[in-house]
């Protein structure tokens, strides 16, 4: 299994600008999660899904978030305008049963 | 404050134990985790453990779960240069709730 792919690696934008991220969980994995790192405020979850189906989207910060899940294999993170302060490393993770597995991120600067 | 609390910081000399702790305060929780980042990279799961259970090892790795308490722990015996890095404490209700991360340097 090639495990959580997220694309694209690195991102680097002007602010104002749309930025899409893009993950793919685990084949049979029923939750997936969109979380972002900082130095400042650490790993916070943004939101999750159950079954395609988005459960808790409290942490998304501002309207100019949004996440979509359109089936089990895909889906994306969109920030839109993007600003500065959104710079960030970007993780998506999947879980099955018990074991979350998490992909290799998304390092997001907006200039 | 924070759901899951950790020491920002360990230092240990190569070759000894190193053991990083953590407290959580939903006792609802399921299951409780270790990950380590290395910089540069995404979080690799190590272990876990059911929330009915006291202890877990696996090899290098022992878990310590002490539910009354709210306390986890997580020992790495002989710890190697090639442990040095972030060891993030996460707890499982629906979603999942991580610590701050506590950044582990291994002194040769």
């Known amino acids: 299994d090639a495990g959580v792919i997220q694309s694209p690696r690195h991102e680097v934008t002007e602010m104002g600008q749309e930025v899409t991220l893009r993950c793919k969980p685990i084949s049979g994995h029923d939750y997936l999660f969109w979380y972002r790192q900082t130095m400042m405020r650490g790993l916070e979850l943004l939101i999750y899904?159950?079954?395609?189906?988005?459960?808790?989207d409290s942490g998304m910060p501002e309207d100019r978030f949004s996440a979509k899940m359109p089936n089990a294999s895909f889906s994306t993170l969109k920030i839109q305008p993007s600003e500065p302060r959104d710079s960030a490393v970007y993780f998506c993770?999947?879980?099955?049963?018990?074991?979350?597995?998490f992909g290799p991120g998304t390092r997001l600067t907006v200039l | 404050g924070e759901d899951v609390e950790q020491s920002l910081f360990l230092s240990v000399r190569e070759g000894d134990s190193s053991v990083i702790n953590c407290t959580y305060t939903?006792?609802?929780?399921?299951?409780l985790y270790w990950y380590k980042q290395e910089p540069g990279a995404g979080l690799q799961l190590l272990t876990y453990?059911?929330?009915?259970?006291d202890m877990k090892q696996d090899q290098r790795l022992t878990v310590l779960l002490n539910k009354k308490d709210k306390h986890l722990s997580l020992r790495i015996a002989d710890t190697q240069t090639g442990d040095s890095a972030i060891y993030f404490c996460?707890?499982?209700?629906?979603?999942?709730?991580f610590g701050a991360g506590t950044r582990l340097t291994v002194k040769p």
């Open positions: 993770a999947s879980i099955k049963e018990n074991e979350q597995f």
């Open positions: 939903d006792s609802s929780s399921t299951y």
């Open positions: 899904f159950n079954n395609n189906v988005p459960i808790d």
């Open positions: 453990i059911f929330s009915n259970m």
């Open positions: 996460a707890e499982r209700r629906d979603d999942m709730r």
